[in-house]
């Protein structure tokens, strides 16, 4: 089955710096790679997915890189604030590697942003 | 937006007693999953569930869990005879459509305590 490995653990940088967290994930039939934001208390949130079909995707201030071939991904966070403070897990799928189906989580990231 | 809500937000149990965690996926979701969160630790996948029937199970998910979507609005996970270490935070998620890819969203979970 599938196996997600994300580094690193934790992450400290300064407002305005930029955060990158990578996974890598073992399924070559996997498509869909979503990130989720988990702050104290509260359940993950989705804050950016991206499909097998495109290389990478932005939100604003976030963005994610795919490389297929490598079979990882890169969540890349820029102007950071300290409201970006949080535990960031990447996720793929875990059955058939298809969108929907059982998501396989990584450890985290505990990115920390002083000001 | 529309949100995923759980019930109750803690949960205290004594060992060896029943427990019923309840959710309330988003109202036009046809695809419900549970996962876990031991305290410190990742995510994990227990089940999904589909047109009224199991989908996916790992392999926490033994014969002491049941899931259950009572009416129309509510999707219930049970365990029969708690252990120490169910202690977890326990989420709920749904997505729209698993063939169309669509992505699961988080409700904030259930603190389950086993004393």
């Known amino acids: ?115 | 937006e529309p949100e995923v809500t759980q019930t109750p937000s803690h949960q205290v149990t004594q060992m060896g007693q029943e427990v019923i965690l309840r959710c309330v996926p988003i109202s036009n979701h046809l695809y419900f999953y549970w996962y876990r969160q031991i305290l410190g630790q990742k995510v994990e996948f227990l089940v999904s569930f589909y047109n009224n029937e199991i989908s996916e199970k790992s392999e926490i998910f033994d014969d002491q869990f049941s899931v259950e979507r009572p009416d129309g609005s509510n999707f219930t996970l049970k365990i029969r005879s708690t252990k120490l270490e169910d202690s977890a935070m326990y989420f709920c998620a749904s997505t729209l459509d698993s063939p169309q890819g669509q992505p699961q969203h988080f409700g904030d979970g259930t603190r389950l305590s086993i004393l």
Do not use: M
């Not at chain 1, 490598?70 to 996720?91: G, M, N, R, W």
């Open chain 1, 1 to 115: 089955g599938e196996n997600v490995e994300q580094h690193p653990s934790t992450l400290s940088v300064q407002e305005g710096d930029s955060a990158v967290i990578k996974c890598t994930y073992s399924d070559s039939a996997s498509n869909y790679f979503p990130w989720y934001k988990q702050e104290l208390g509260k359940g993950p949130q989705l804050i950016i997915d991206i499909r097998s079909n495109v290389g990478e995707k932005k939100d604003q201030r976030i963005a994610v890189t795919l490389n297929k071939t490598a079979k990882h991904f890169s969540l890349h966070i820029t102007e950071t604030q300290p409201e970006d403070s949080a535990v960031y897990f990447c996720a793929a799928p875990g059955v058939g590697g298809q969108a929907g189906t059982a998501l396989i989580f990584g450890k985290g990231t505990t990115l920390s942003v002083s000001s």
